[in-house]
């Protein structure tokens, strides 16, 4: 049995949450969800279309998800480590493809939640407030059911796990003259279904996977659609194969009164509506200065292994912060490392070892002259991160296959960015996985 037993909050039921909640109570803590939504799975959890009261803004959900959202990794890398993301009654499957829709994702989430009888430690329909810290190193929680009005209820926690995610508060280019430019902007946050945009001419900007996705989901009913990417040469202007309406620009340069929007390789059009998918910023409106956590351009410092705050570790963590990941299998072991940290089976370093351990990665990112927005994206990192983490755990690294699968994906969507998710040669390392998986079906 561990040291020492808790009474945890966790602020979220998405993947990260769950699986926090899971390995907290499997170390004898008592952890407590709060969840604002009616239902466990957080960004995946998909809100139907509806007008947003601010198009470029955090609507009213937490979710980003669009219709026809399919993910974007292989569906064996996906799932927990000791929970295989199969097709199978087990994990509610009705969508057996190997990519499957967002839809399949929140059967398995949901699934999980009721393998692991997790449902009952949430408190649904709850937002949390406030986190203030109180003495002796405990923290008061202030929360209140969704639409009520009042100051909510306060309760004392000996600690805090922060898994709200990283998909609600939209980030916005900066265009120049687009004050006076009269059409309209939306993010992706607010996307659901391209019908809105028929015979319309849209601008997408941003390169990511939901700039791809929603781009080419727009060209289905618009006139024309033209992607602006910063990483293009300003030279380019290049019409996508496949696509009679649809461009590759440059970043755009300027908006005008006139409703023509310029794109650097000198090329201009005249626009209906801009669309943002230039993701999102870390938004912790809940937590005040005594977290001792600032966010300057997306890094959210000071984090020991982007889990802890020195200053307030171990009372205080956040799980699921590094993008450019399998999410779940991290959101796991980041969990077991936290459970471990709070019950004294693993000791963490002093504050000032911490700090140290900050300042040297931060270093590391200054010399590879990556932006300070890049602090949290382990493209480059993620499975040595992941092993760090299973090793001070006592828990075995992350499978081969897991790994392979993820690369091989990142080469084959560069092939075929348009079938990646319906051809594919790894039927190997498929094979290797459901062998793994005999262990826990």
């Known amino acids: 049995m561990p040291s020492v037993s808790l009474r945890l909050a966790v ?54 998800l669009y219709a026809s959202l399919r993910t974007n990794l292989p569906r064996e890398s996906m799932g927990f480590l000791d929970f295989p993301f199969v097709a199978s009654e087990a994990t509610g499957s009705a ?89 309209k902007q939306m993010h992706s946050h607010n996307y659901r279904v391209p019908e809105p945009f028929l015979d319309q001419v849209v601008i997408v900007i941003g390169a990511s996977a939901s700039a791809f996705d929603i781009s080419r989901d727009i060209a289905s009913t618009a006139k024309e659609v033209h992607i602006a990417d910063r990483s293009t040469p300003f030279h380019r202007c290049v019409k996508q194969p496949g696509y009679n309406n649809l461009w590759l620009h440059s970043m755009i340069d300027r908006a005008q009164e006139d409703g023509c929007v310029v794109f650097r390789d000198g090329s201009s059009i005249k626009a209906d509506v801009i669309m943002h998918c230039t993701g999102y910023l870390y938004d912790f409106p809940f937590l005040g200065d005594d977290s001792t956590i600032t966010v300057d351009d997306n890094r959210v410092d000071p984090l020991y292994k982007h889990v802890f705050p020195p200053e307030v570790a171990p009372q205080l963590s956040f799980i699921g912060l590094p993008w450019k990941v399998i999410p779940f299998p991290l959101f796991e072991l980041q969990s077991k490392w936290v459970a471990k940290v709070l019950s004294g089976r693993i000791v963490l370093p002093s504050k000032e070892e911490m700090m140290e351990d900050v300042k040297a990665f931060y270093s590391k990112l200054e010399a590879r002259g990556w932006p300070k927005r890049y602090t949290h994206n382990f493209s480059n990192c993620q499975f040595e991160y992941d092993d760090w983490l299973a090793a001070q755990c006592g828990y075995p690294t992350i499978e081969e296959w897991r790994k392979q699968m993820y690369f091989f994906n990142g080469y084959n969507k560069a092939a075929r960015p348009e079938s990646y998710r319906d051809k594919w040669d790894d039927d190997d390392l498929v094979e290797d996985a459901n062998e793994d998986f005999k262990k826990y079906l």
Not at 31 to 60: H, I, K, M, N
């Open 11 to 64: 602020i979220g039921a998405g993947a990260a949450g769950l699986v926090a909640a899971r390995e907290l109570r499997r170390e004898g803590h008592a952890p407590v969800v709060f969840e604002r939504a009616a239902a466990v799975g957080g960004t995946w959890l998909y809100a139907p279309p509806a007008a947003p009261s601010d198009p470029l803004g955090a609507s009213a959900t937490h979710s980003s």
């Open 95 to 183: 969508d057996p493809r190997r990519f499957p829709g967002h839809e399949e994702v929140l059967r398995y989430l949901e699934a999980f939640a009721c393998r692991f009888d997790l449902l009952r430690l949430v408190r649904f329909e709850t937002e949390v407030l406030g986190v203030r810290r109180e003495g002796r190193g405990r923290w008061a929680v202030t929360s209140r059911k969704v639409g009520d009005k009042g100051s909510g209820q306060e309760e004392v926690y000996d600690a805090v796990v922060v898994c709200n995610g990283h998909y609600t508060e939209p980030r916005i280019a900066v265009i120049p003259g687009v004050d006076a430019w009269p059409g």
